[in-house]
């Protein structure tokens, strides 16, 4: 027990010495607020909604995902779970319980769905939704180095299929 409280103090003095810090838990707030100001807000004149999303998985993916933040972004938007308080981010945030498409069909302006964001120590994942003419799912991954989260990131999870163009080509002799 005294060998161990040694090995304690003297690692305490070496993070000290060297000027390490311990790693705070990560906040979600923080992740969301980068993930706006750097990628949504950008994409122009949209609304932005919050609501828990599945990234349209249905729970299982193929993706290229680290299987640990995964299962931490499904439990982070599991039936249990609320949208995010998005207010800070001004006007062009929608407070509605309606489903995004319904928004985006009344206001004809495209709006954009975030989701919860499942969170390790350094990485968090979030489910960005399309609702427009087109629609599309997809992760954004977020790496923190220090305090500071950045878009390290996306993969596509879900998008329309194309539209099989069935007109007549009159190259071919149709």
Not at 41 to 51: D, F
Not at 56 to 75: C, H, I, K, V, Y
């Amino acid at each position: 027990m005294l060998v161990a409280a040694g090995n304690l103090a003297g690692l305490a003095l070496i993070c000290l010495i060297s000027g390490c810090e311990p790693q705070s838990p990560p906040v979600e707030r923080d992740v969301v607020r980068k993930l706006l100001t750097g990628f949504v807000l950008p994409m122009g004149n949209l609304s932005i909604v919050s609501r828990p999303s599945d990234c349209r998985t249905d729970g299982r993916s193929d993706l290229a995902l680290p299987l640990g933040l995964f299962d931490a972004f499904l439990r982070a938007n599991n039936e249990q779970s609320t949208v995010f308080d998005l207010s800070e981010f001004g006007d062009r945030v929608a407070v509605t319980s309606d489903h995004p498409r319904r928004l985006y069909l009344r206001s004809r302006k495209p709006v954009v769905s975030v989701s919860r964001a499942g969170m390790t120590t350094n990485d968090a994942l979030v489910c960005v939704e399309v609702y427009a003419q087109e629609e599309r799912a997809f992760f954004v991954f977020l790496r923190r180095e220090k305090t500071t989260w950045r878009l390290a990131g996306e993969v596509v999870s879900w998008e329309e299929p194309e539209e099989e163009d069935l007109t007549e080509d009159p190259e071919d002799g149709y």
